[in-house]
């Protein structure tokens, strides 16, 4: 099944990409950036640190760099889903973490249950890094819960398609999430059991089958959600042979791709990225129904004990180089002024390769999860696995 790889646009770049979210009109937040460097006494503290997040945003580097800028030990617990999180932070009574880094679009529903308190943006004395387009979006996609701020944005990455390059070449353009279901990729598919329904989705509302206004109709109620969902099902259903295995975190990737025999699958980024820039065959691209975009973020814990080193973890994130670092290590992307000039070449080139042409321009986001939405969903997922 091999197609013509187009060759990569080589002008698309994260600052460019940035640059032009601002120009969009994202949001404006006018302040003086400061320099790619930061006074270590700016950030130095003592004590721990209790971090629940990712097991990608704990890799050894991270820690080690926060470690020696601040003087401060970090006691790390991870989880692999956002629904996750908020169970275990739910489970204790939010106490025993002090930041917590759920996706930005979590936070109406973790909120229901106060699981986070309202920062207090005069302590975040590095907030002027934050790229503006990213500060102001994230009012909306959940940073903003009646009128406190509650979470602040760390990272950013997109679920799209990732596929075995010793087999199999796809074009930019024509490259879909419907490749994964042809006939011939029968047990050489990998996907997530909840996100898969909302590719699929966007596959069937692009080919007129299931009409969802690009998904977005699924958020607005649970009757229009139902509806859609009800139709994505049977599509699955229907063509479930074609799945070798379900991820769940970022460590399955590898396992599909080097293990299991997947040849194809709808992945996160920095899995992918990370595996291509070490040299193994697989590449990451965007379909032309656009590529899934989250946010991820940083939350302070309704009960953290310790409020200054939380305080200075986001201070330390904000700099260049803990974004550059961050984005080296996870193959994710900083939301961090400067981090992207102090990146590597294989990792700008990876950025790249993923998103040609306007696939930056046709970016799918995620918006913010109404409580009713989670629960729903996970019925449908449930009902998937079990078919």
Request: charged share 25%; hydrophobic share 35%; with cysteine.
């Amino acid at each position: 099944m091999k197609k013509t790889c187009q060759k990569e646009n080589s002008t698309i770049t994260r600052r460019s990409f940035i640059k032009k979210s601002a120009a969009m009109g994202l949001g404006v937040y006018a302040t003086a950036s400061m320099g790619p460097w930061f006074i270590k006494d700016a950030l130095s503290s003592s004590g721990k640190l209790n971090l629940f997040t990712w097991p990608d945003y704990s890799k050894p580097e991270v820690i080690a760099a926060f470690e020696k800028a601040t003087g401060i030990k970090v006691k790390v617990t991870n989880y692999s889903s956002n629904q996750e999180c908020m169970n275990k932070l739910r489970a204790a009574r939010a106490k025993g973490f002090d930041i917590a880094q759920p996706s930005l679009t979590e936070y109406k529903l973790h909120m229901e249950f106060e699981l986070y308190q309202a920062m207090d943006e005069s302590k975040i004395t590095n907030l002027n890094n934050l790229e503006p387009s990213f500060y102001e979006s994230s009012k909306e996609q959940g940073g903003v819960i009646r009128g406190q701020r509650v979470g602040l944005p760390y990272d950013w990455g997109t679920e799209a398609i990732a596929f075995n390059t010793d087999e199999l070449d796809f074009k930019y353009g024509e490259l879909s999430y419907g490749d994964m279901w042809k006939p011939e990729l029968v047990q050489k598919v990998t996907c997530r059991p909840h996100s898969v329904f909302i590719g699929a989705g966007l596959y069937l509302d692009a080919i007129g089958k299931v009409p969802s206004n690009r998904m977005f109709d699924t958020y607005k109620d649970e009757t229009k959600m139902r509806k859609v969902y009800d139709e994505i099902l049977k599509f699955l259903i229907a063509h479930k042979k074609n799945i070798k295995m379900f991820w769940n975190n970022a460590q399955d990737h590898q396992l599909a791709f080097l293990q299991n025999g997947c040849l194809i699958g709808q992945t996160w980024d920095g899995p992918i990225l990370t595996m291509k820039k070490e040299g193994k065959p697989v590449t990451y691209m965007a379909p032309k129904e656009g590529a899934m975009t989250w946010v991820d973020s940083m939350g302070i814990v309704k009960n953290a004990e310790n409020l200054e080193q939380a305080y200075a973890w986001i201070n330390w994130a904000y700099t260049a180089e803990a974004g550059a670092i961050m984005a080296k290590t996870t193959g994710y992307n900083s939301v961090v002024k400067g981090a992207a000039d102090l990146l590597d070449e294989k990792t700008k080139q990876g950025f790249k390769e993923a998103y040609p042409g306007d696939a930056l321009e046709k970016l799918w986001w995620y918006v913010s999860e109404e409580p009713w939405f989670v629960p729903a969903r996970t019925e449908y997922r449930d009902k998937f696995q079990a078919a």
